[in-house]
């Protein structure tokens, strides 16, 4: 069985594969001072949750934008899993050759999700990933990762409502029966969202136009299902694409 782990700034996203199948997922806060006993130990319960034992994991991917994090989760892996793990940085083909003006600054996450992409989609692809920030990556036609636009997340973005303005309070982030809100809980749901949704179709739009009309557009992260119900520029909703490019490249680097 193979072990993906990719950590984000919000949150830890792991899942297992028994061959190319995803047999479990897990999603964990992000907590930076934990300590490695304390992964360890969470790890190992997740996973027996399902009945997998540690000595069914012979192989491990690491994708990581938290580096404090990054040494942490190897010393996880190297003493509760005893396996050495790929951690995806500088060195590691990827089978995405990367078009950035400094290509030490994407983050593994978008990269990994890139390789996904080139791999189950083909491009010319936009890859929109919700998390802590909302990330739009550029593939080009060959596979290659172009550049892309980042944006604060839509909780950042919630939570800066919240907490600068006196009178507002938080509510769920979720689409309103209608955009024209007739309560302050209503009206706030509907900028929020709405206002998400509006910004994808925006940046869909610029992309499309620079990249060519055969584009695709594939959403993950934790909002992709729910903003796709709400716009058709979204054309594929894949929450587990960033596991399926640790895996993929993973594979890569066995060979």
Not at 34 to 41: A, C, T
Not at 157 to 184: D, H, Q
Not at 199 to 216: D, I, T
């Amino acid at each position: 069985m193979f072990l993906a782990v990719d950590i984000g700034n919000t949150n830890i996203t792991l899942g297992v594969y028994d061959g190319t199948q995803l047999a479990a997922t897990w999603r964990v806060a992000t907590v930076h001072d934990r300590m490695p006993d304390e992964y360890g130990i969470l790890l190992i319960q997740l996973m027996a949750q399902r009945s997998i034992a540690p000595a069914q994991v012979n192989g491990v991917a690491i994708a990581s934008v938290v580096p404090a994090l990054t040494g942490v989760f190897r010393e996880v892996i190297e003493g509760y899993l005893r396996q050495e793990p790929l951690v995806v940085d500088a060195g590691v083909k990827t089978g995405v050759r990367i078009r950035y003006e400094s290509p030490r600054e994407v983050g593994a996450d978008r990269v990994v999700d890139c390789a996904a992409v080139k791999v189950k989609y083909g491009g010319p692809a936009c890859v929109v990933d919700f998390g802590t920030a909302t990330t739009f990556d550029a593939i080009t036609a060959e596979g290659d990762y172009l550049g892309g636009a980042i944006a604060p997340g839509i909780g950042i973005a919630a939570e800066a409502l919240f907490s600068r303005a006196s009178k507002l309070y938080r509510v769920e982030i979720a689409p309103p029966s209608r955009a024209i809100g007739t309560n302050t809980a209503m009206a706030m749901q509907s900028g929020i969202f709405f206002g998400y949704v509006g910004l994808v179709e925006g940046l869909v739009a610029r992309f499309r136009r620079e990249l060519g009309e055969e584009m695709k557009v594939i959403a993950t992260g934790g909002l992709a299902q729910k903003v796709a119900g709400e716009t058709p520029v979204i054309q594929h909703v894949d929450p587990w694409l960033t596991l399926d490019g640790l895996r993929i490249i993973y594979e890569m680097n066995r060979r």
